[in-house]
């Protein structure tokens, strides 16, 4: 009798152990339960445990058997201790096997940002406050505040940020972000600098950044910014003044969208029809292409140019010329 109940013991024991390992294998090998993407946030100090349940509460995993293989295997595979906090955005039909891999390498989701290539920096601080998956410190600090956070107390922060689409990580602080837009500057302004062309009319980095704000501002056709950067370098070797409308427009704090002959009487310091030389700061945060025009300018005899309505401009060498073009394409003559 005892053996004959050994043996039946025996037998659910082994029949125990394949429908276990049975479900095991179901488990390991078939998707998880989120038939859509899942976005996952791991906070720090997370235990598995807790893990597991956020899993199952968000429709990962498909109940508490599951719960459990997930927590053994990682267990015994070491991969408990090592999964990284984050945002992840778990993708559908995932082995168990592969979603640990990408909590344990850290695979976190990406988020993105845009900053425009033209922006001010009031642009720029809306943007990056609107973000909800930006850590805000700043809150409402000043320009001056923001750029002591940076580092860079005492320096006007117009036109010093890179456009371009930043990617970052769910929780990166405003301050670490607007450090990156503006290093990127930095270096891309330093190299540029270097390379620039041997007649280049400006005599600094910082010259340079402001004139290639207002060619930013000037036009927005790539084939134009040379020649726009030659008309204003002609311009500022001769003792002329810049005239630019841009310059002017970022000097009005009550600027109404329409520029008006009084505006362009109305002395400010960024009034480059009643000041030589150029504006004391950045108008615009200015792309990359609008730099390298700065410094490296068309040749030719162009001092002038006007807008033809379709994004184009008229350049002349002669103001008789340009009035004519101004005629023609501002004031509605033949």
């Known amino acids: 009798m005892f053996k004959r109940l050994i043996a039946i013991l025996s037998v659910c024991l082994v029949l125990a152990a394949g429908l276990v390992g049975a479900d095991l294998y179901r488990f390991f090998e078939q998707p998880l339960a989120n038939a859509e993407p899942e976005l996952i946030e791991i906070t720090p100090g997370t235990s598995f445990t807790k893990l597991t349940a956020k899993l199952k509460a968000q429709g990962v995993v498909r109940h508490g058997r599951d719960m459990r293989y997930l927590a053994l295997y990682a267990r015994l595979t070491g991969q408990a201790t090592r999964i990284k906090s984050g945002e992840y955005l778990v993708p559908a039909a995932q082995k168990p096997a592969t979603l640990l891999h990408q909590l344990v390498s850290g695979r976190i989701r990406q988020r993105r940002l845009t900053l425009v290539e033209g922006w001010r920096f009031s642009d720029i601080v809306a943007a990056v406050a609107a973000d ?31 456009p371009d689409t930043y990617m970052f990580p769910r929780g990166t602080s405003d301050i670490a972000f607007l450090k990156r837009a503006y290093n990127t500057m930095q270096t891309f302004l330093a190299k540029s600098w270097a390379e620039r062309a041997e007649d280049t009319v400006v005599d600094t980095p910082y010259e340079a950044l402001t004139l290639a704000s207002i060619i930013e501002k000037e036009t927005a056709k790539g084939d134009e910014r040379e020649r726009i950067a030659g008309v204003y370098s002609r311009r500022l070797t001769q003792g002329m003044r810049l005239q630019s409308d841009p310059s002017v427009i970022y000097g009005i704090a009550d600027y109404d969208g329409n520029i008006h002959k009084s505006d362009l009487r109305r002395d400010t310091p960024y009034n480059t029809y009643t000041r030589k030389g150029l504006p004391p700061t950045p108008i615009a945060m200015p792309s990359r292409a609008s730099i390298k025009a700065a410094l490296h300018p068309a040749d030719g005899d162009a001092l002038y140019f006007v807008a033809r309505g379709d994004g184009s401009h008229v350049f002349s060498a002669t103001l008789a010329a340009h009035n004519r073009a101004v005629q023609k394409y501002q004031l509605g003559g033949s």
């Open 132 to 162: 909800a998956a930006i850590d805000h410190q700043l809150a409402d600090d000043s320009p001056a505040e923001i750029m002591k956070a940076l580092g860079h107390p005492g320096e006007d922060p117009e036109g010093r940020f890179m």
